[in-house]
């Protein structure tokens, strides 16, 4: 089992259950993910169908269209598909969202009603989440109204955000996870999760919002990432919540770090900073963040990846002892991610492609857990060793490469074979025709 295949067969199965009940035009992720099976009706209320979360079908919206891209010329049938389940729950999505005050809820019902009491009409994690993938689902499917009726969604939340009038509006189902709004109390969550829609804007409307994602990374650089600042603490340690004044948030006398929302930052400052980088804009802040982004990358890391396969919820920086030892399922793909982003942007920095290494050897319990046998975790791990090997496949900066027969292109700093076919050929999957033509100045991936 590789990467792709394990891609494959995950978004497969969201697929079947959707194409399989023509009345449930959402997301259904309502269902055990070990053993694959519908959660019961004797569960609790909150796994059931009828409990619709903004958040997962904006994420799911955001996702259903970078699958359609990933598939477009390895599975083009499969694109279609998804591309066609992607625009039934974008109208499902949006026909509730007009009919409720144009507001998309934490947990609503399916008619778009929110299950909970409303405390606050400012922008929250539901709008952000839902904005965006608004957005990315309109931008695949080419609808230019939708398209700026998100981009104008996103920017009001991000104002809020800006302004420290963002009111978070989870709900928590788990009472070792406290989530609940605090007045004077400022989580660099919400401006972490906005980098991933201002890297889609700056992409595809207007590269002002990568502008807007330099100003929220060095606030997050000066504000939540001790670079020798705080010196009660260790270097590169990661502060999750900040109060009005921009000083550390004590919680009575933790101060608190979310090592997964840490690395997750990672990965989505990176994400931002390769287009930065593509584009030949932010230097500084690129310079920066190489000096950054791997060490507090290798920092939480350390702090807060768990030999069972998972990255806890919950570490005390004072008493540097963990407050939530549980490890949601979501850490461990972001921790892979941010290893991957970071390989891609700073090429010369191995440090990023150690940690993942280790992580997958370190990680058979978890994937065990999950169903895979002896065998094919150690197919994984070779797999992915070979799949970080082939992506930082990438010619000498200043050389010039052939991207077609009579086409050339110079190579600059960062860049790597998926880049280069991505952006020259539309589709990262045809990195393998640039390698043929140039088999002279690269070495064979192994």
Known sequence: MNIPQIVETSIKFILSRFEANADYPFIDTKFNIASGEDFTPLQEDFRQKDFIYGWIQGRGLESLAGHV???????????????????????????????????????????????????????????????????????????????SVAEKLFVDVINDIDNNKFHTDQHAFDPKNPVAFVPGKFSQGARMISLYGLALLGEKSSPKYLDRAAESISFIFDHHVNSGQFKQLEMFDFIEAIDADKKPYFDQDKLLCDPGHALEFVGLAAKCLLLMQRNGTHTDLLKRSEKLLPGIFRHIFDLGFQKAGGVMKCFDLISRQAVNSDMPWWSLPELIRAGMELTALFPGNSSGIKERVDLAAEAEEYLASIGLTSNEIAKLKGNLAKDLKTEQEFAAEGSTAHIGSETTYVVVRGDSLWLIAKNQLGSGNRWTEIYALNQGILVKPE
């Not at 598939?71 to 109208?91: G, H, I, T």
């Not at 507001?103 to 409303?118: L, Q």
């Open 69 to 147: 891209d990933f598939f477009r010329d390895r599975d083009p049938v499969l694109a279609e598909r998804l591309q066609k389940m992607c625009s039934c729950v974008m109208k499902k999505m949006e026909e509730n969202r007009l009919a409720n005050n144009k507001k998309v809820y934490f947990a609503m019902t399916p008619s778009g009603a929110s299950r909970f009491p409303v405390e606050s009409d400012r922008g929250n994690f539901s709008m952000l989440f839902y904005s965006k993938g608004l957005f990315a689902a309109a931008a695949l499917l080419n609808d230019k109204e939708k398209m």
